[in-house]
């Protein structure tokens, strides 16, 4: 087994004819669709959404 942690100057650069376009998926209404596939108010929305992160409260600590 290797520890990759250890390798911190390692960095992946790509040409552009390398690239592939990557497909976001998102849930909406209780299952999953590509973002692609919504229709220009859907996709107004989804630019919009904010992104956050839960701190965790000092009592289970």
Do not use: I
Not at 37 to 57: C, H, P, Q, T
Request: charged fraction near 35%.
């Amino acid at each position: 087994m290797t520890d990759l942690s250890v390798q911190t100057n390692f960095k992946v650069e790509l040409k552009d004819e390398e690239r592939t376009r990557c497909e976001v998926w998102t849930r909406v209404m209780g299952y999953h669709r590509p973002v692609t596939s919504f229709n220009v108010g859907k996709k107004g929305e989804f630019a919009e959404r904010k992104f956050f992160e839960e701190s965790r409260s000092g009592c289970c600590q």
